[in-house]
């Protein structure tokens, strides 16, 4: 009876104990902890922006290598909708802000972020995102592509930086700077001994700028034209190359890292394979007066169209440009840049070939 008695008190106690822990379990929830994959947790009901802001890319014609971007000033506005929304609230600004890759805290709703970009001498590109989501306990990635300043809204000046190689040619070359657009000005708007092997700055109202480089070798002359967007707190950079084999003028090393919807000339030949790309040479014989028709297929993109070749700056605007041998300017057998300039309201782009003109 005892060993009965005895293994019914071991029962009881394990029972009872059983009955205090499922009381405690019951009594206090459990916590719950959301680990995040980036590692990073918002406030409880709010989700997180992080953003990503891509550098700059671009095509021939000159703009401006991007900054070295010292802070940001940050706009971030909230919206009822996705798209089509009116605005909910005031704008939240963040500035100055350092760091884009730290996130940023945002209540769940529709939001489109602006981004100042800063150099040292201050404002200097802008980007507006599309319509993104914030939601509670997630983050969201945005990007925002910068774009230099608008020339009708810049308050600074840019810079033009420049260095000239002779390619140890006896030469010596003037630099004439003249504006294509309203209200940009140039100290180089008369033409200006420049020097070989000196890298030279030169302060701009920002504005498109056909920077003409013309070079002497003894009685022979070579020249380079070139289309340079300036753009405010920014800098553009080009390196003019001269080659002596047939005193050819080229360009070399062009920093060409920003483009805002550069939209180049395009071009057809009337004779053979028709396209005209970048540097693509074109020969024709001296002997027989050989000619070609050069066509733009996107005219009507451009408010007007410039053609510039050897000492010829600008004479012949137009669609068309017709290249004779042995007929002015292209007398001489040597190879002759060509720069076509299409100009828009908003800037100047232009794609480059090449004249070959022998026996």
Same mark, same amino acid.
């Given at each position: 009876?005892?060993?009965?008695?005895?293994?019914?008190?071991?029962?009881?106690?394990?029972?009872? /104990?059983?009955?205090?822990?499922? *009381?405690?379990?019951?009594?206090?929830?459990?916590?719950?902890?959301?680990?995040?994959?980036?590692?990073?947790?918002?406030?409880?009901?709010?989700?997180?922006?992080?953003?990503?802001?891509?550098?700059?890319?671009?095509?021939?014609?000159?703009? &401006?290598?991007?900054?070295?971007?010292?802070?940001?000033?940050?706009?971030?506005?909230?919206? =009822?909708?996705?798209?089509?929304?009116?605005?909910?609230?005031?704008?939240?600004?963040?500035?100055?802000?350092?760091?884009?890759?730290?996130?940023?805290?945002?209540?769940?709703?529709?939001?489109?972020?602006?981004?100042? *970009?800063?150099?040292?001498?201050?404002?200097?590109?802008?980007?507006?995102? =599309?319509?993104?989501?914030?939601? /509670?306990?997630?983050?969201?990635?945005?990007?925002?592509?910068?774009? &230099?300043? &608008?020339?009708?809204? /810049?308050?600074?000046?840019?810079?033009?930086?420049?260095?000239?190689?002779?390619?140890?040619?006896?030469? $010596?070359?003037?630099?004439?700077?003249?504006?294509?657009?309203?209200?940009?000005?140039?100290?180089? *708007?008369?033409?200006?001994?420049?020097?070989?092997?000196?890298?030279?700055?030169?302060?701009?109202?920002?504005?498109?700028?056909?920077?003409?480089?013309?070079?002497?070798?003894?009685?022979?002359? *070579?020249?380079?034209?070139?289309?340079?967007?300036?753009?405010?707190?920014?800098?553009?950079?080009?390196?003019?190359?001269?080659?002596?084999?047939?005193?050819?003028?080229?360009?070399?090393?062009?920093?060409?890292?920003?483009?805002?919807?550069?939209?180049?000339? +395009?071009?057809?030949?009337?004779?053979?394979?028709?396209?005209?790309?970048?540097?693509?040479?074109?020969?024709?014989?001296?002997?027989?007066?050989?000619?070609?028709?050069?066509?733009?297929?996107?005219?009507?993109?451009?408010?007007?169209?410039?053609?510039?070749?050897?000492?010829?700056?600008?004479?012949?605007?137009?669609?068309?440009? $017709?290249?004779?041998?042995?007929?002015?300017?292209? +007398?001489?057998?040597?190879?002759?840049?060509?720069?076509?300039?299409?100009?828009?309201?908003?800037?100047?782009?232009?794609?480059?070939?090449?004249?070959?003109?022998?026996?």
């Amino acid at each position: 009876m005892k060993a009965k008695n005895g293994k019914c008190g071991v029962f009881v106690a394990l029972t009872a /104990a059983l009955l205090v822990t499922a *009381a405690l379990i019951t009594s206090c929830p459990a916590e719950v902890v959301t680990v995040y994959r980036d590692g990073y947790q918002p406030p409880e009901g709010m989700g997180y922006l992080m953003i990503n802001a891509p550098g700059f890319t671009g095509e021939r014609t000159v703009l &401006p290598s991007a900054g070295t971007w010292v802070s940001y000033d940050l706009s971030i506005q909230q919206y =009822s909708q996705l798209s089509g929304g009116t605005p909910v609230g005031g704008a939240i600004t963040k500035s100055p802000v350092t760091n884009l890759q730290l996130p940023i805290n945002l209540a769940p709703g529709y939001y489109t972020l602006t981004v100042m *970009a800063k150099t040292s001498v201050g404002d200097a590109a802008q980007g507006l995102s =599309s319509g993104f989501q914030i939601s /509670a306990g997630t983050g969201t990635q945005v990007s925002v592509t910068l774009k &230099p300043l &608008p020339y009708t809204t /810049a308050t600074g000046i840019g810079s033009f930086v420049y260095s000239i190689n002779f390619n140890s040619l006896p030469a $010596t070359a003037e630099m004439t700077i003249s504006a294509l657009v309203d209200g940009a000005t140039s100290t180089y *708007a008369t033409p200006q001994a420049v020097s070989e092997g000196i890298t030279t700055t030169v302060p701009l109202t920002p504005g498109s700028y056909i920077v003409f480089v013309e070079a002497t070798v003894n009685d022979k002359t *070579a020249s380079i034209t070139e289309i340079v967007n300036i753009h405010q707190n920014l800098t553009s950079s080009v390196n003019f190359d001269f080659n002596g084999g047939y005193f050819v003028a080229y360009i070399n090393g062009i920093n060409t890292t920003f483009t805002p919807d550069d939209v180049r000339p +395009i071009m057809t030949k009337s004779t053979g394979t028709p396209a005209v790309n970048e540097n693509t040479t074109i020969t024709l014989s001296f002997a027989v007066g050989a000619s070609e028709i050069i066509t733009i297929t996107n005219e009507d993109k451009f408010d007007t169209i410039t053609w510039y070749c050897g000492g010829t700056s600008g004479s012949v605007s137009g669609g068309t440009f $017709t290249i004779t041998a042995n007929a002015g300017p292209f +007398i001489d057998l040597v190879i002759y840049p060509v720069t076509v300039v299409g100009k828009t309201a908003t800037g100047a782009h232009s794609t480059s070939f090449k004249v070959s003109i022998i026996n």
